[in-house]
Nanobody
Framework: QAQLVESGGGLVQPGGSLRLSCQGS????????VAWHRQVPGNQREWVAT???????RYADSVNPRFHIWRDNAMNTVYLQMSSLQPQDTAVYYC?????????WGQGTQVTVSS
């Protein structure tokens, strides 16, 4: 079964860091761009960052330059390094990609920034 699996979320204090991972299972992540989005309950899902198949990156203004996205094609994984985290970064984070004409979303990983 093709799927994206996120990991790395958790509870962190303001100013701290976390690294999220998005691994493809039955999905080759190197062939297309991969994006991270986040969602707070009751709000729309918000785009965070994208890494293109060639490695080019783009970021939402709200996370640039605190967040860094990159891909490791050998591991079939895309990472999101989040630094200087603030309470407003609290959300469920999802990765997504297009593979063989279908859009895939992971199950999400919770990030909570709180003292």
């Amino acid at each position: 079964q093709a799927q994206l699996v996120e990991s790395g979320g958790g509870l962190v204090q303001p100013g701290g860091s976390l690294r999220l991972s998005c691994q493809g299972s039955g999905i080759t992540l190197s062939t297309n761009g991969v994006a991270w989005h986040r969602q707070v309950p009751g709000n729309q899902r918000e785009w965070v960052a994208t890494v293109a198949s060639g490695g080019a990156t783009r970021y939402a203004d709200s996370v640039n330059p605190r967040f860094h996205i990159w891909r490791d094609n050998a591991m079939n994984t895309v990472y999101l390094q989040m630094s200087s985290l603030q309470p407003q970064d609290t959300a469920v984070y999802y990765c997504t990609t297009l593979f063989r004409g279908r859009t895939y979303w992971g199950q999400g990983t919770q990030v909570t920034v709180s003292s």
